[in-house]
T-cell receptor, first 111, second 114 residues
Framework: SQQGEEDPQALSIQEGENATMNCSYK?????LQWYRQNSGRGLVHLIL?????REKHSGRLRVTLDTSKKSSSLLITASRAADTASYFC???????????FGTGTSLTVIP | DGGITQSPKYLFRKEGQNVTLSCEQN?????MYWYRQDPGQGLRLIYY???????QKGDIAEGYSVSREKKESFPLTVTSAQKNPTAFYLC?????????????FGPGTRLTVT
């Protein structure tokens, strides 16, 4: 299966700390995207990084991509209680048209 | 407001009944998707459609059917052939299936079959 694997499965930190979660995948991709899901809700797109990019920033988010290791990381700096959610990576294969979602990291930010 | 709507939010059915989940978008997106999410799991693709009157099976299409008669609508029918239908169902759309575009998700429908 192409499905990505996020690591760790769950993460609990204090407000103000940084949160890092990782995603590994199996086959060549066009791009990798990170999504956020609040409990019982739909997913919200956070950031997209293409296969020829190594790092992208968006506000407090920093994403890296290492295609040689088939892995990506999402860093949330200066976390807030409102960042509490599940975070998923989604990979688009280089054959296109489909996204494969990972199993998610559940982040809890303690006020 | 632009976006994707799914209805109802909660749905209860008896085993053996077919049930149709609604998904509507007013974003003028070409591509639409249906995913299933089980507790503590990621999303798994059921069906997707790149254009009106066309759709393809995803990884777990067995026991499901879809139609795409209008660009705005992509209803999903969960049939009695689906062995474990209780799950959270998410509909999504993207502006185009041909490039690296983000997906916009609806709020989801939680289906419980007893």
């Amino acid at each position: 299966s192409q499905q990505g694997e996020e690591d760790p499965q769950a993460l609990s930190i204090q407000e103000g700390e940084n949160a890092t979660m990782n995603c590994s995948y199996k086959t060549s991709i066009n791009n990798l995207q990170w999504y956020r899901q609040n409990s019982g809700r739909g997913l919200v797109h956070l950031i997209l990084i293409r296969s020829n990019e190594r790092e992208k920033h968006s506000g407090r988010l920093r994403v890296t991509l290492d295609t040689s290791k088939k892995s990506s990381s999402l860093l949330i700096t200066a976390s807030r209680a409102a960042d509490t959610a599940s975070y998923f990576c989604a990979t688009e294969l280089d054959t296109g048209n489909q996204f494969y979602f990972g199993t998610g990291t559940s982040l809890t930010v303690i006020p | 407001d632009g976006g994707i709507t799914q209805s109802p939010k909660y749905l209860f059915r008896k085993e053996g009944q077919n049930v149709t989940l609604s998904c509507e978008q007013n974003l003028n997106h070409d591509a639409m998707y249906w995913y299933r999410q089980d507790p503590g799991q990621g999303l798994r693709l059921i069906y997707y459609s790149q254009i009106v009157n066309d759709f393809q099976k995803g990884d777990i299409a067995e026991g499901y059917s879809v139609s795409r008669e209008k660009k705005e609508s992509f209803p999903l029918t969960v049939t009695s052939a689906q062995k474990n239908p209780t799950a959270f169902y998410l509909c999504a759309s993207s502006i185009s299936p041909e490039s690296s575009y983000e997906q916009y998700f609806g709020p989801g429908t939680r289906l419980t079959v007893t």
